[in-house]
């Protein structure tokens, strides 16, 4: 490759190439505008060198040239700074310079002509008219090819600008979203409070009601729900959070390559427009032979090409993502309400069976208390049975001892006599079997007291385990957030 700044051949001097089309064809190019491409003929050669190996990434390192004069033309050529003032130049047919070397030329040969011959003149009229001809047409060629240049800049201008618009929108809509998400990730945060915190209460409860029933088996499954759904919520929000990067990436080569393209807009279509008596127009020499490009035809077409292809990419990726957010959140909602309903039907489940198991308990503890009540009626009856039993027994003991007194043979064993005796035995045998009958109905006393304890207090513990459960948990279940707060929208 030459050095920026190194003479390069006069493209008048090879041989006029018939045109071609150097775009590439419509049909490989797979976007929005295929049959829309931009057509225009080039007269150049592309034997120009140019840098590959710097391709997009030197695009915004635009060379300068330095003012071209007799003190600059005295620089090394190697410290000379590239400069293109009018990119357009270098594919005309011929340079200012070229076309004053030219007049100089015939000035000379027709000096040359009128001190040698007369007859020469009428030839070198016709030849000043003729390069004058060839020399307007080249003019007018150029710019014809300018024209085309500024009609493909507009084309690519005006892909790129709905592009843009299509990209900003999508860019839009999936920050909407991404927003919707992020409501519904927080109004997830209640509803797992408060099951936390029913399952809190709950441990609250006392003896034989701390059993792992449905209803906590209900709520360990609503609070894996919920965190599940809280995870698949996060990763939806991080892909939203990356795709909205890509996006505004995306956006940002765009705009970047249409600030380009209405920069070269602007400076092609003022080349187009600049005649001969038009302002700022001036010599500038040597600068045909700095070639500061970049690109090729084909590379330039491919760069917008590329930049509006992953600009689609991208919003079809967006798009996609924000139809999988949308399922998600309508998804993740059901599944929430679902479980919610279900912990809703266990509790209520649980509600009735401890309500009737309180029922039952105060029913039993009912007839328990009117039991003791008999229970301790009997043992004052069986008491009053001893004592009246005493009294017999007194007046039996107090005859036989009476009978003890008598005299000599009047100790007989009489029929009374056997009979008293008799009667102590069996009045000391009533009144042991009804002090053992009393024993025992003490007994089943102690045994109903210590019932009706166990009835009391299994009666508190299912009275607490209905306060935790309808009082506390249920009334803490009703600020449930409705199906619009968990997809986002409120």
């Not at 089309?21 to 931009?38: C, E, G, M, Q, V």
């Not at 040239?65 to 357009?88: D, H, I, W």
């Not at 991404?178 to 399952?199: F, G, I, W």
């Not at 689609?312 to 998600?328: G, V």
Request: glycine share 2%; aromatic share 6%.
């Amino acid at each position: 490759m030459e050095p920026l700044g190194s003479t390069l051949t006069a493209t008048y001097a090879h041989p006029r190439p018939a045109p071609t089309n150097f775009l590439p064809a419509i049909s490989t190019l797979a976007s929005s505008y295929r049959d829309h491409f931009p057509h225009y003929n080039l007269t150049h050669p592309l034997s120009l060198p140019w840098r590959p190996s710097t391709y997009y990434k030197v695009a915004s390192n635009l060379p300068t040239l330095g003012p071209y004069c007799t003190r600059a033309q005295k620089v090394c050529e190697s410290t000379m700074l590239p400069f293109v003032s009018n990119r357009t130049t270098l594919f005309t047919r011929y340079t200012p310079d070229d076309w004053y070397r030219s007049n100089l030329t015939n000035y000379l040969e027709s000096d040359t002509s009128r001190h040698n011959s007369e007859r020469l003149r009428v030839d070198t009229s016709r030849l000043i008219q003729d390069k004058y001809q060839q020399t307007r047409k080249t003019q007018a060629d150029s710019t014809q090819n300018l024209g085309e240049r500024v009609n493909d800049i507009g084309f690519w201008k005006s892909e790129i600008t709905h592009e843009l618009d299509a990209m900003i929108g999508e860019t839009n809509e999936l920050t909407d979203v991404k927003k919707k998400l992020e409501r519904a990730l927080m109004e997830t945060e209640a509803p797992l409070q408060v099951a936390r915190e029913c399952l809190f209460h709950r441990e609250k409860r006392m003896g034989i009601d701390l059993v792992h029933d449905d209803v906590e088996a209900q709520l360990l499954t609503e609070v894996d729900v919920i965190l599940c759904c809280q995870e698949r919520m996060k990763l939806h929000l991080d892909k939203a959070i990356a795709q909205l990067a890509a996006n505004r990436a995306s956006q940002h080569e765009l705009e970047k390559d249409l600030s380009d393209k209405q920069a070269a807009y602007r400076i092609d279509d003022k080349c187009r427009h600049l005649r001969n008596t038009s302002d700022g127009v001036s010599y500038f020499r040597g600068v045909e032979r700095v070639d500061a490009t970049v690109s090729v035809p084909e590379s330039w077409a491919k760069f917008t090409d590329d930049n509006v292809l992953r600009s689609q990419s991208e919003r079809a990726a967006s798009s996609k993502l924000r139809d999988d957010i949308q399922n998600l959140l309508v998804v993740t909602a059901n599944e929430m309400w679902n479980q919610f309903n279900k912990v809703n039907l266990s509790f209520t489940n649980r509600i009735a069976e401890t309500a009737d198991a309180k029922n039952k308990i105060q029913i039993h503890l009912a007839k328990t208390l009117q039991e003791i009540f008999q229970t301790e009626m009997t043992i004052e009856s069986i008491k009053k049975a001893v004592k009246d039993k005493s009294a017999f027994l007194k007046v039996a003991q107090t005859r036989l001892d009476e009978r003890t007194r008598r005299p000599n043979i009047e100790l007989c064993r009489d029929l009374a006599q056997l009979r008293l005796v008799n009667e102590v035995y069996e009045v000391d045998d009533t009144i042991q079997t009804l002090q053992q009958r009393l024993r025992e109905a003490e007994d089943t006393l102690q045994s109903l007291v210590h019932t009706k304890a166990t009835l009391e207090h299994d009666l508190a513990v299912k009275a607490n385990s209905l306060y935790i459960d309808q009082e506390k948990c249920m009334s803490m279940r009703k600020a449930f957030p409705n199906t619009l707060r968990l997809v986002g929208y409120c």
